[in-house]
Every structure is written in structure tokens, then in C-alpha cells.
């Protein structure tokens, strides 16, 4: 019988990839409640409504990208395919947003039914960081030094750069896109399709583009910036100023525009040169108008969303990783000849028990001493501790043996064994 496969762009991730996105996890994690935020969870499959009415019907999310059907009772679902249209449903569901300040947090499994390649799939997963009640560039600052701080807590700071803009208000989106329009349309047979079609539904998705020719095209279009009104100026400015006074280093790009439809003021982008075309590692920006849209009181917001898989491979591909990360195992406990191996199972529960967060294999399953070795250097783990038989008379002994190129071992008395073996793994390994 044929074995059945994965879908396609639909990720394993295996036990020797995990160790990465752990420590990537627990980075984030204490960096994130160092500044106060909380984590929200919510599910991945919602109204498919939710998702037209925040991230906007002629997005490339929404016409193309969502996993959706009919459920058994005819409900029209998705599949989430980012967390901030979930986030501010359960957020508003529950109350959390009625004049309150709100800081949340978020991670898990996003969606999208796009090309895979490097770093584009149809199951990914994003850590989401996002403010409510607060309308000043302060929180806007504070979302974009989180990213900086996560950049140099993972040594990439030399690896991505900061691109932020500002794409002004609704209103003032509209009186450009009439403006792009017209220049576009100047040009419309050297358009490529999709960016023709949304001339008249959505023009700045155009702006979006990843066709080079439309890409050059626009270069002599009209600039947002020609259309920002006073105040979303003024925010930005002081916005700029935040992030200078902060060491946080940003170019303008008067081009970013985002994918999604329900942001404003404020947008931005962590790009890298190290991953080819899937180059943008994080983006975000403010949203004052999502809650309201979605039915709740109007509530200034402003967040970012990251994509674990793209940082992982910028690990990798930087190597900025600790070698410890990948240090899963400490000791690993084997029995000698001639001894019972349910011994084994105690001493190995006894040192978990001594020494809180040691981590610990016990050998099970028997065998000679040798097969049990050569496994334990196969472990990954620094140690064997090997119970050997007990001694005619006094206190009964076990043996350390250090799982490097020299293999030195040495007998320990029981009672001195936790002592012992925390100094050992104090040592730094042997190498040939
Ligand atoms: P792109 O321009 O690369 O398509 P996007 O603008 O669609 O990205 P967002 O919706 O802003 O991306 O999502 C935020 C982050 O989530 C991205 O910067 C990226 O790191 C990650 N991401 C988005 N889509 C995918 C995907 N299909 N596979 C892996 N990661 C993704
Ligand atoms: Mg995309």
C-alpha cells in the first residue's frame, strides 16, 4: 500500500529542527512579559466572514490564499491565515477592549494556500505582538524596539534591516489611490494582470507588487507622501524621533504599503538580503480602525507579526545559534554486566529528582554493557553514569564516564554521586 505524505507546503518539524524553535520560543517568550504583555489564545478556524471584513475582500489573503469551506452545518469557515483579525475578535468577545489598554501576545499555526518555496508555506506559524487603547508613537515605538531587542537577544541584528512608512488615513489613502489610478492607467498595457485588474478595486495593492516591470513602472508614480494629511505626519515624526532616541535604526520607504487593508498611520518591515525573495522576517504596523470595523467601539491599535519559520532559517543560514541549543541530553544511565537493569529506572528518577532540571536517559531495554555504551554515545548526552554491582560490604559505588574522545571514568560513592556529576558537567567537553 502506498504510505500517505504530507500536504504539500504543510511542515514536520523534527526533533532535531525543534531544539531551534524552542529556543527561539523561549527567547521571545521572557522577552515579550519583560514588557508586559500577555498571551491570548484563540482558535485557527473562524468565520470566514472575519477575515473579509478585516483584512479586506481584494487582498491576495482573501481572493486566493484562504483555506475555506462549508462545515457539516453550512457555515462558511477559514482557516486563520494570520492572528490579528482572531486576536481582536476574542479580545472584543470578551470584553478586554472596553476602555481598557490592552498588551497581548500570541503564536501558533497560520495558513495560507500560496506557492511553496523557501520560506513561503501553507501551514507556517507567527508570533503576534499587539497593543490596544493607546494611540501615541510611544506604542508604536515600544512594538518596534520588542523586534529590535528580539534581533539582538538572537544575534541578527547585523542580519535584518528596518523599512517604515507612513500610509496616512483612510481618507488620505483614497485621494491617492484616485491619483495612482490615473497615473496607472496611463500605463495600463505594461501592467502585469493581477495589477491591472486591481486598478479599480484596490490600486495601491499595486504598489505591492512583485512583478519587476510593474515594480519599475512605478517608480514615477505619485508617492503616498504627497497625500498624508498634518496629523498622521506629526505621529510619524515623532515616531522618528522615538526610534532615534532609541538607537533603533530605520530607513523610509515611501513605497512600503502592506498586504492587508486594515492598517494606517504606521507601517513597517524587518527585511533580510539572507533568505532570497522571502526577505521580510516581521512587519506590523497600526490599525485604529479594525475594532470598529469588526463591531466593536473604536479602539487605536497597533501590532507586529513574525514568522517563525523565516527566522529559523535565518538562524541557520547567520549561524548565530548557541552550540547549547542543541544540547538536549546531560546523562544518560546505563547498568554493567551482571546488574539488574531496574536499577537504572531508580538512580535515573533519583537524579532527576537531586538536581532539578538535569536531563536524564535512562538505557532501557537491557543488553550487554558494550550495546549500551555505544548507545549512550550516540545520546547526545555529556555523561554515563553506569551502576555497577554492589560492593561485599560499605556504601554502593557508580561510575562516571565522561561521553567525549578521552572517555575518562572515575568511581563515585552513591551519596556523592549528584555532587560529583554536577561538576562534571561543569567541565568544558573534550574534543579530539
Ligand atoms: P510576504 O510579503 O512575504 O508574502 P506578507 O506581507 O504576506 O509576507 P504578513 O501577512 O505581514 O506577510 O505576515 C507577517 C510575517 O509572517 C511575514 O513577514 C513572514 O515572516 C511570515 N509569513 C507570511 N506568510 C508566510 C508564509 N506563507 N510562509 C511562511 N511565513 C510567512
Ligand atoms: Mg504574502
Known amino acids: 500500500m502506498s504510505k500517505i505524505q504530507a500536504i504539500r507546503g504543510m511542515n514536520d518539524i523534527l526533533p532535531t529542527e525543534t531544539p531551534t524553535w524552542q529556543y527561539i520560543e523561549q527567547v521571545t517568550q521572557t522577552l515579550v512579559q519583560s514588557y508586559g504583555y500577555r498571551e491570548i489564545r484563540f482558535p485557527v478556524l473562524e468565520q470566514s466572514q472575519l477575515f473579509k471584513r478585516s483584512i479586506g475582500?481584494?487582498?491576495?489573503?482573501?481572493?486566493?490564499?484562504?483555506?475555506?469551506?462549508?462545515?457539516?452545518?453550512?457555515?462558511?469557515?477559514?482557516?486563520?491565515?494570520?492572528?490579528?483579525?482572531?486576536?481582536?475578535?476574542?479580545?472584543?468577545?470578551?470584553?478586554?477592549?472596553?476602555?481598557?489598554?490592552q498588551r497581548l501576545w500570541y503564536r501558533g499555526p497560520m495558513f495560507r494556500h500560496e506557492r511553496p518555496q523557501k520560506g513561503r508555506y501553507?501551514?507556517?506559524?507567527?508570533?503576534?505582538?499587539?497593543?490596544?487603547?493607546m494611540s501615541g508613537p510611544d506604542i508604536d515605538a515600544e512594538i518596534i524596539m520588542i523586534s529590535a531587542a528580539l534581533w539582538r537577544e538572537l544575534g541578527l541584528t547585523q542580519s535584518v534591516r528596518l523599512?517604515?512608512?507612513?500610509?496616512?488615513?483612510?481618507?488620505?489613502?483614497?485621494?491617492?489611490?484616485?491619483?495612482?489610478?490615473?497615473?496607472?492607467?496611463?500605463?495600463?498595457?505594461?501592467?502585469?494582470?493581477?495589477?491591472r485588474r486591481r486598478l479599480l478595486s484596490n490600486p495601491l495593492r499595486v504598489l505591492d507588487s512583485k512583478v519587476p516591470s510593474t515594480q519599475a513602472l512605478l517608480s514615477d508614480a505619485p508617492t503616498l507622501v504627497e497625500f498624508v494629511s498634518a496629523e498622521t505626519a506629526a505621529h510619524y515624526d515623532a515616531l522618528k524621533q522615538l526610534l532615534r532616541a532609541n538607537q533603533v535604526a530605520f530607513v523610509e520607504n515611501p513605497r512600503l504599503v502592506r498586504g492587508l487593508d486594515y492598517y494606517n498611520n504606521m507601517v513597517f518591515e524587518w527585511i533580510t538580503d539572507d533568505l532570497g525573495a522571502q526577505?521580510?522576517?516581521?512587519?506590523?504596523?497600526?490599525?485604529?480602525?479594525?475594532?470598529?470595523?469588526?463591531?466593536?467601539?473604536?479602539?487605536?491599535?497597533?501590532?507586529?507579526?513574525?514568522?517563525?519559520?523565516?527566522?529559523?532559517?535565518?538562524?541557520?543560514?547567520?549561524?548565530?545559534?548557541?552550540?547549547?541549543?542543541?544540547?538536549?541530553?546531560?546523562?544518560?544511565?546505563?547498568?554493567?554486566?551482571?546488574?539488574?537493569?531496574?536499577?537504572?529506572?531508580?538512580?535515573?528518577e533519583h537524579l532527576r529528582v537531586s538536581l532539578p532540571g538535569i536531563r536524564v536517559l535512562s538505557h532501557?531495554?537491557?543488553?550487554?554493557?558494550?550495546?549500551?555504551?555505544?548507545?549512550?554515545?550516540?545520546?547526545?548526552?555529556?555523561?554515563?553514569?553506569?551502576v555497577d554491582?554492589?560492593?561485599?560490604?560499605?556504601?554502593?559505588?557508580?561510575?562516571?564516564?565522561?561521553?567525549d574522545d578521552e572517555g575518562r571514568s572515575e568511581s563515585v560513592p552513591l551519596s556523592a554521586l549528584a555532587g560529583a556529576l554536577t561538576g562534571v558537567l561543569s567541565e568544558s567537553p573534550v574534543t579530539a
Open 364 to 386: 532501557c531495554g537491557g543488553g550487554k554493557f558494550n550495546s549500551q555504551l555505544k548507545k549512550a554515545y550516540n545520546s547526545g548526552a555529556r555523561v554515563a553514569v553506569i
Open 163 to 195: 523599512e517604515i512608512n507612513n500610509i496616512g488615513t483612510a481618507a488620505d489613502r483614497q485621494a491617492f489611490g484616485a491619483a495612482l489610478t490615473a497615473f496607472l492607467q496611463q500605463h495600463e498595457a505594461d501592467l502585469d494582470d493581477d495589477s
Open 57 to 101: 475582500e481584494v487582498t491576495d489573503i482573501v481572493e486566493k490564499e484562504m483555506y475555506s469551506f462549508a462545515d457539516r452545518n453550512g457555515d462558511e469557515l477559514s482557516l486563520r491565515p494570520e492572528g490579528t483579525a482572531g486576536c481582536v475578535r476574542a479580545a472584543e468577545q470578551h470584553g478586554l477592549l472596553y476602555n481598557q489598554q
Open 279 to 348: 526577505g521580510t522576517v516581521c512587519a506590523g504596523g497600526r490599525y485604529d480602525s479594525l475594532v470598529a470595523q469588526l463591531g466593536g467601539r473604536g479602539t487605536p491599535a497597533v501590532g507586529l507579526a513574525f514568522g517563525m519559520e523565516r527566522l529559523v532559517l535565518l538562524l541557520e543560514s547567520v549561524g548565530t545559534l548557541p552550540a547549547s541549543v542543541q544540547q538536549v541530553l546531560d546523562v544518560t544511565v546505563l547498568a554493567s554486566d551482571g546488574v539488574d537493569s531496574a536499577q537504572v529506572l531508580t538512580l535515573a
Open 389 to 403: 554491582p554492589a560492593p561485599a560490604s560499605g556504601e554502593p559505588t557508580v561510575r562516571l564516564r565522561r561521553l
Open 122 to 133: 501553507r501551514q507556517f506559524h507567527q508570533v503576534g505582538i499587539e497593543s490596544f487603547g
